[in-house]
């Protein structure tokens, strides 16, 4: 199976980490932010090439795009956007990510309708089968987090497929204790759970994402490669790890040589891959991610396929979606 353009382009594609807040391109933000009488602070092609000012306080940098987003119809635009830029090549099915705490403009309610509402005009227009999940921030508290819970039971869409948590484990040290009632509470509601790990936290925050809150999968979780039993109890458990290569190469490991990508697939972990911040990594595409994968990681086209299969059963989704998109993996591969 020969790694060709052509192959990595038309590969039917499976996406389950990726944050809606950085997938808003920049000319969007300007006429939004003109609409409020705002000016972004630099021009729109220029908004992503951030300092080390931005980075160092990334999550304040999001909180002030996010405010050109000013009505539930513009968040709408934002997510049919992401529906038809993602369908460009060939993402059959993609779970975005969405933390209310950046968009203090909106009330939960507000977020889940005009994001289903942009995902169904998205798809209808022949884009991409897109879901979300809500993600809470390592800094809420226990009350907030079960208030969130609340709220997705009572607002529930289809699109709305579970609960995520991510934020900065440096800062906030281990929250899992905090955070297990919402999460069981998610559970019991049959929502999915995804827990942002073992990428600012090392292999704890991965025992704990899956001790005390009993995620379903793991965003990240490449650093539970520091301790070999970890990665065996991954293995053997088959829990899926989103992993998003650029976004680590950038942001956690020195050299391409640190990445674990290749021994987690060695050792036998489920892998998926995944572009996390498309614009903050300079317009990143999956298909991109994937190349950079078969590259660094050495991985075979049969991996490469294999990731999308492991995405595809790892969604959260119906069981009657899942089949179609094996099927349509299945026939790509039977057509190579
Ligand atoms: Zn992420």
Known sequence: MEITPGFLKDMPKIELHVHLESMMPGEMLERFAARQGKQLPR?????YHCSADD???????????????GTTEELSEVAEHAALESQREN????????????WPQFTVPEIIQAVTAGF????????????????????????????????????RTPRLAGLSIDGNEILTGRTGERFR????????????????????????????AMDLLGADRLDHGVRAAEEPELVRRLAENQVPLNICLTSNLTLLYRCPEDHPLRRLLD?????????????????????????????????????LLNCQRTAACAAFCGEETKAALLAALADFEARL
């Open 267 to 303: 050792a036998g972990a489920a892998v998926t891959l995944n572009r996390d911040d498309p614009t903050f990594l300079d317009g990143l595409t999956l298909t991109k991610e994937l190349r950079r994968a078969s590259s660094f990681g050495a991985m075979t086209g049969e991996e």
């Open 43 to 47: 021009p729109a092609k220029e908004l």
């Open 55 to 69: 980075l160092s306080n990334f999550l304040a940098f999001l909180d002030s795009i996010c405010a050109y987003v």
């Open 120 to 155: 169904d005009r998205g798809q209808a227009a022949g884009g991409t089968d897109c879901r979300f999940t809500l993600s809470l921030s390592r800094t809420q508290t226990a009350e907030e987090a079960m208030e969130l819970v609340e709220q997705m039971k009572a607002h």
């Open 181 to 208: 009632p919402a999460f069981l509470a998610a559970k019991a509601a049959g929502f999915g759970l995804t827990v942002h790990a073992g990428e600012s936290s090392g292999p704890e925050g991965v025992r704990d």
């Open 91 to 102: 993402i059959l099915y993609m779970e975005a990510i969405l933390n209310p705490t950046h």
